[in-house]
């Protein structure tokens, strides 16, 4: 069981000013390992990243609001990412991880909480090949709550799925872009199936894990047209996080300031980065306005 580096502890001040009730949609909690321990069975173990270590990089940034994602390395156990989301007054919502045997009153006790949905891990770094099928059940017990599906899968795992992803009866939110190859370009068959399937209302993509998909340092030049693709494709459904902490990143750990300026050069218009930033997160996962 590898163990994972820890975030730049030396976070910037963006260049960029976020606007009010701006969201990071995608980031985690991990532990206290004290408190809230990690799964037996996870493939890695990351160093704690806390609730109040994610209120201080947010005040730093800029983030009034943000949706915490449950991570493998805690398994379906999602007590450290609710209590995260019970001391934040409404500002933190979040997406668990189920499995086959919720019962209904559990899931609607996880509504109650901030939970908007679930999250379905298959990177081929930390699980197996997609489970379409499970996907499928889990989602269907939950589909009149509102929730969505939270997919972290590879580019071409959307090319041999398409027909299962486009049939899931909840809406669709990929991860990091599905994880495209950088060096195939823009005119992979991958992304833009991704592009045709973002176009459909019910898909969203986060413009998210930069660090994760480039093959330059930063600032990530190479992912620039793909976001910038993807936005212009449905700019109303799409969302941007963090990430944070970055859990298991290989080589230099990215610096959270400089993943907010990069949002400058996704989206140049500020109209469009607001959208991104408050409008689509607020409509999917049920901010107050």
Known sequence: MKTCQGPDPHTKRPEITLPPKACDAHCHVFGPSNI???HPDRSYTPPDATKENLKTLHQILGLERAVIVQATCHGDDNTAMLDAISSSNGSYKGIAMIGDTATENELEKLNACGVRGSRFSFARHL??????????RVTKMYASLGWHAVLYLEAEDIVEHAKKLANLPVPVVIDHMARFNVIKGVEQEAFQLLLDFVRNEDFWVKISGAERLSNTPYPFDDIIPFAGALIDAASDRIIWGTDWPHPNINGLMPNDGDL???????APNEDTRNQILVDNPARLYGFET
């Open 260 to 266: 907010v300026d990069m949002l400058l050069k996704y």
């Open 127 to 136: 699980s197996g090949p997609p489970d379409l099928e499970k996907v499928y």
């Open 36 to 38: 809230f321990p990690f």
